[in-house]
């Protein structure tokens, strides 16, 4: 039997070893939730690596020169050489933030910030690393932080011309207008997370023929603003996802708006190929008219071709259609340009009308339509006899374009009014 004193003393030490229990058990704990996060990176000499946020640790600029390697198996089972560095004693909710660099200013990387847990990365130099930690470890993709668009347009440097996040999870947007750009070009490529230089090799681009081509250095995008006539443009760029920022990124090119007509000419023989000739007028709609007289030309025939933005020469091959009385307009022998027989015309002076259907291209849906300066139709043919030629003394031509008597013809091909008939 325990007397009273020795029960009260044997009742203390099991609360004391209770109460021991317990504090241990929070003091594991923790431990437990301290953790560490190691920075793996492959790199072609000993890089450096700055960070900051960290309570224990401080990195001045340039940063911890990495020494130490260490070998680790990716998924396909092959050994990789890494440099590394671990940060130990980190709270669970901690991440860090870091850059990589050789010599500093020059060659570092980007800011990576908020990095929870082991990442392994490849350092290139001159800005450029990807991450590839799914590679090592089949866990998460690489974040898509900033999305931009620098090119000679906007200066190659800073936040100019900053996607943003558009419908769905992996698609940016950027509406860039070009007003303000004298230049017929513009030179750009895609920049993802400040580090990623992406142009012509490196994307799958969607745009009209003509609009996007590879410019003459570095593999950039270059965009004709004076073929394409719009000034505006939408940019969609979309990312495939995966382990690199760098890889399976699709750009998108679209003009807002139709192309801008500055100025239809009509350019030819008749008066000359270059300077400001034969300047069409704007009528309704995207027609624009000019009523040729060509009183003083002696020639037979005329040869012309449609001028549209002092860039666009479109001749027999690159028009829709050509509407005119058969003789009147047919194809050249040089160059596919229109050629007018003002003989089978019998007439001096036409009305030109040019309409375009409008798109995007200024170049694309150009229709030419040719008529007798006060015909309404070109169709209407009046005071037929049943011989087809008419009675109103109208001026008859063979197919050589020789005038002929309309009495007695022989049967045969004749040409009045611009028509062709049978006799």
């Known amino acids: 039997m325990f007397s009273f004193n020795q029960l009260t003393i044997l009742i203390m030490k099991k609360k004391f070893t209770y109460l021991f229990s317990v504090v241990m058990a929070f003091a594991f ?9 190691t920075i793996y990176v492959q790199a072609d000499q000993q890089p450096n690596l700055h960070f900051w946020g960290i309570p224990n640790e401080t990195s001045e600029w340039p940063g911890v020169k990495l020494t130490e390697t260490t070998t680790v198996n ?5 050994p990789v050489t890494f440099y590394y560095k671990t940060f130990t004693n980190l709270e669970e909710e901690s991440g860090i933030s870091f ?33 590839i930690t799914s590679l090592m470890t089949g866990k998460a993709d690489d974040v898509i932080e900033i999305v931009q668009l620098p090119g000679d347009f906007s200066g190659w440097n800073g936040d100019a011309n900053t996607f943003e996040l558009g419908e ?21 490529k895609l920049l993802v997370n400040n580090g990623h230089w992406l142009g012509w090799n490196d994307l799958i681009i969607n745009a009209p023929d003509g609009w996007t081509q590879e410019a003459a250095a570095d593999g950039n995008i270059q965009l004709n603003l004076k073929a394409i006539g719009a000034k505006q443009f939408t940019f969609i ?6 382990h690199m920022a760098s890889a399976g990124w699709k750009l998108s090119i679209n003009a807002d708006a139709d ?3 500055n100025k239809v000419q009509l350019p030819g023989t008749f008066n000359e190929w270059n300077g400001d000739y034969a300047e069409l007028t704007k009528a309704e709609g995207n027609a624009y008219t000019y009523l040729l007289d060509l009183s003083e030309v002696s020639e037979p025939t005329v040869a012309f071709k449609l001028l549209v933005n002092d860039h666009h020469w479109l001749g027999y091959y690159d028009l829709v259609d050509v509407v005119a009385p058969d003789g009147w307009a047919e194809e050249s022998i040089d160059g596919g340009n229109i050629q007018l027989n003002l003989t089978a015309a019998d007439t001096k002076k036409f009305k030109i009308t040019a309409t ?27 005071g037929r006899n049943d011989k087809g030629l008419s009675t109103l003394g109208n001026p008859v031509y063979d197919l050589s374009g020789r005038k002929v008597t309309n009495n ?7 040409i009045q009014n611009g028509k062709k008939f049978i006799k």
């Open 168 to 188: 769905g999870r992996y698609n940016y947007v950027r509406v860039v207008d070009f007003s303000e750009v004298t230049a017929d070009f513009v030179t750009f």
């Open 356 to 382: 375009w259907a409008g798109g995007t291209v200024a170049s694309a849906g150009w229709s030419l339509k040719i008529t007798d300066e006060n015909a309404t139709d070109i169709s209407t043919m009046i």
């Open 259 to 261: 192309a801008i007509i």
């Open 237 to 242: 760029a979309t990312w495939a996802g995966g």
């Open 74 to 78: 990716n998924l396909e089972g092959t």
């Open 29 to 37: 704990l923790g431990t437990v939730q301290a953790k560490e996060i």
């Open 408 to 414: 007695n013809l022989p049967r045969g091909l004749y």
């Open 99 to 131: 850059l990589f660099n050789y010599n500093g200013d020059s060659d570092k990387t980007r800011d990576i910030n908020g990095v929870m847990e082991d990442r392994y990365y490849i350092y290139k130099g001159n800005h450029e690393y990807e991450d």
